[in-house]
């Protein structure tokens, strides 16, 4: 069994502004928030125990009335919502750990995820998606790709941890969650050879694993995912209209 965050915490953004609501997952994409289509997807996979959202609380208490879920309140960074979940949910099991805004999240693409983790030796577990695919599956969906040996990659939003490795490695973490969104400066804190044979187009995945996990002082795992509605966040009007125009709403 493992247990599962779902993150809703930080700032207001402008697609939060926009749409009249005090946190972005609250936006709503026909009847029904954000966050409920990921909690729906959640609800559904076995291997789930515990069910935690990390956010404002009186925002998201609604929850509580469809889902088994326990509401943490939301603390001033992604860091310190995952260290909430970890003192919520405890250091037991294997900690799911997933973004309140990728609506277009399937059982499918959990059960894969999941699976692929097994036996769950690893303290950290990232899936990243083929260009390929996701233009295969959204071939309108502009995202941002890291050229590897192996391929064009683009990130997800669901983690799968040890929380009790990953608990005294959450300040290191934070560097790099800082900068996830631009892959220049994700790979320049790895050191300037491993930049220099980014650009070249000379580094792996596995490379690239490595050095993680020697950063960190933990044993991470990339896991090539088939599914890119994990990687499809909503974070931009342009999103939104897309996410509403795939689920016909």
Partial sequence: MIDCVVLCGGKREMLAEEAGVDNKALVRIGDR????????????????????????VESLSFLCGDFSVEIV???DSILRNIHAAIVALGLEQPLLICTADIPLLTLSALQ?????????????????VRKERCEEVFPS?????????EGKFTGGNIFLINPARLEDSLERVER??????????????????FLLRFVSKRLSLDEVAARFSQL????????ISEYPEISLDVDKPKHLQLVRRLQNV
Avoid: W
């Avoid at 997807?41 to 076995?46: G, I, K, N």
């Avoid at 969906?141 to 040996?149: H, M, Q």
């Avoid at 790099?176 to 790895?190: A, G, I, Q, Y």
């Fill in 73 to 75: 309140p939301e603390q």
């Fill in 33 to 56: 928030e954000m966050v409920v289509y990921v909690l729906a997807a959640l609800a559904q996979v076995e291997e789930i125990d515990r069910l935690a959202v990390v956010g404002p």
């Fill in 176 to 193: 790099f969650l800082d900068v996830r969104k631009n892959p220049l400066k994700m790979v320049s804190l790895l050191g300037p050879g």
């Fill in 141 to 149: 969906v502009e995202r941002t790709y890291v050229t590897l040996k």
């Fill in 216 to 223: 960190l002082q933990i044993s991470a795992r990339p896991v």
């Fill in 112 to 128: 894969d995820f999941i699976e692929k983790c097994r036996p769950f030796e690893h303290d950290f577990y990232y899936p990243v």
